[in-house]
């Protein structure tokens, strides 16, 4: 990520949400999945979509993005530069944390019922669909973000004459 700033707040304007939104109600259909969470790895949540509550969502965001950071701090003691998936089963429920962007996760919950390699399918497919869309309000983030510091560093190079 030289020469880029490797993290960005990721600001999803609206046509972007309504796009992730459409495309996570599709895969909740095809995939069984019963919720999906994409988050930025700071923890916020950015978009959700299924029964899943506000709250629980926003909750899950937190949760998730802190297990992520543990897990890739396991990879650098392995040797890794990063794990990109996460993946908890439990009883009745299950939960696949993956990587999209260096900025941002997709966590999809599914019932037990359905086999790891289907989870890890369409956690695939939903992630490189919504990829595009969270590059895209990355790099307008990232463009904004060096407006700034342009305009700040202009600002005080005139202010020293």
């Given at each position: 990520m030289e020469g880029r700033l490797s993290k960005v707040q990721i600001v999803l304007n609206e046509e972007e949400l309504k796009k992730i939104e459409e495309l996570f109600g599709e895969y909740l259909v095809e995939s069984e999945a019963r919720d999906i969470v994409l988050l930025n790895k700071?923890?916020?949540?950015?978009?959700?979509?299924?029964?899943?509550?506000?709250?629980?969502?926003?909750?899950?965001?937190?949760?998730?993005a802190g297990v992520f950071s543990a897990t890739n701090e396991l990879a650098r003691l392995l040797g890794e530069k990063e794990f990109t998936i996460t993946f908890h089963q439990g009883q009745e429920t299950n939960i696949h944390i993956s990587l999209i962007t260096q900025n941002a996760l997709l966590a999809m919950i599914f019932d037990n019922?359905?086999?790891?390699?289907?989870?890890?399918?369409?956690?695939?497919?939903?992630?490189?669909?919504?990829?595009?869309?969270?590059?895209?309000?990355e790099k307008r983030a990232e463009n904004q973000t060096q407006k700034v510091i342009n305009e700040d560093v202009e600002k005080d190079i005139e202010d020293l004459f």
């Amino acid at each position: 990520m030289e020469g880029r700033l490797s993290k960005v707040q990721i600001v999803l304007n609206e046509e972007e949400l309504k796009k992730i939104e459409e495309l996570f109600g599709e895969y909740l259909v095809e995939s069984e999945a019963r919720d999906i969470v994409l988050l930025n790895k700071s923890g916020e949540l950015l978009a959700k979509s299924g029964d899943i509550t506000s709250d629980v969502a926003q909750n899950i965001s937190a949760l998730a993005a802190g297990v992520f950071s543990a897990t890739n701090e396991l990879a650098r003691l392995l040797g890794e530069k990063e794990f990109t998936i996460t993946f908890h089963q439990g009883q009745e429920t299950n939960i696949h944390i993956s990587l999209i962007t260096q900025n941002a996760l997709l966590a999809m919950i599914f019932d037990n019922k359905l086999p790891i390699g289907a989870i890890r399918f369409w956690a695939k497919k939903t992630g490189n669909e919504i990829k595009p869309i969270i590059e895209g309000a990355e790099k307008r983030a990232e463009n904004q973000t060096q407006k700034v510091i342009n305009e700040d560093v202009e600002k005080d190079i005139e202010d020293l004459f």
